[in-house]
């Protein structure tokens, strides 16, 4: 089955600091997203992104699906920003969801 | 708006008991979703149901039991729970027509002892 890889593994960054996430998988996809684990557990929907670019605020994401990956782009983060940032993808059939480990990621004030 | 809910959030049950999981959705979507999340990993899927009556198997199927006999629930039954079933369980729902983004519900925390 299609392996996902998510790099780094774990990031600390001062407040106002940019940061990149990066998303490998290995086999074309039709559905990827990318999820916030907040510290109380609840994941949140950032981005829904298959192929392209999309931007929402200080957030921004890219998919590549030619080269089989997607960057996520934290600028000016906040330490509300601190979680689990999962990449999830799918191709056949589209809804039998791969996760990757996740990007742990602390924002120090 | 309630979205998508799950009940209990937290369970503590012991080996060999039934236990279910229920979870709920309001936007009356197609697609429901069962995920577990062990302690520093990702989320793998259980099962997941395209429309009521119609179910398939994820990458962690065995030990669970799925339903849907109405569009808006979607139980998960542990028929004999064990330790190794200790985790965080997510359902999730997508209206799958045209994407396949998938929406969550707050989890249920299940401690098998």
């Known amino acids: 089955g299609i392996q996902v890889e998510q790099s780094p593994p774990d990031l600390i960054l001062q407040e106002g600091a940019n940061s990149t996430l990066r998303c490998n998988f290995s086999?074309?996809?039709?559905?990827l997203q990318w999820f916030h684990q907040n510290p109380w557990g609840q994941l949140i929907n950032l981005f829904y992104?298959?192929?392209g670019t999309k931007q929402n605020g200080r957030l921004s994401a890219t998919t590549v699906a030619t080269e089989r990956y997607s960057l996520l782009y934290i600028s000016s983060s906040q330490t509300t920003d601190s979680g689990v940032y999962f990449c999830?993808?799918?191709?056949?059939?589209?809804?039998?969801?791969?996760f990757g480990a996740g990007t742990r990621l602390f924002v120090k004030a | 708006d309630a979205g998508i809910t799950q009940s209990p959030r937290y369970k503590i049950t012991e080996t060999g008991r039934q236990v279910t999981l229920m979870c709920h959705q309001t936007w009356s979507h197609s697609y429901m979703f069962w995920y577990r999340q062990d302690l520093g990993h990702g989320l793998r899927l259980i099962y997941y149901s395209a429309a009521a009556d119609i179910t398939d198997k994820g990458e962690v199927p065995d030990g669970y039991v799925v339903s849907r006999s109405k569009t808006e629930n979607f139980p998960l039954t542990l028929e004999s729970a064990t330790r190794s079933q200790t985790s965080v369980y997510f359902c999730?729902?997508?209206?799958?027509?045209?994407?396949?983004?998938?929406?969550f519900g707050p989890g249920t925390r299940l401690t098998v002892t």
């Open positions: 086999d074309s996809v039709n559905n």
């Open positions: 999730a729902s997508s209206d799958g027509s045209g994407t396949y983004e998938q929406y």
């Open positions: 992104i298959p192929s």
């Open positions: 999830a993808v799918g191709n056949t059939g589209g809804f039998k969801t791969i």
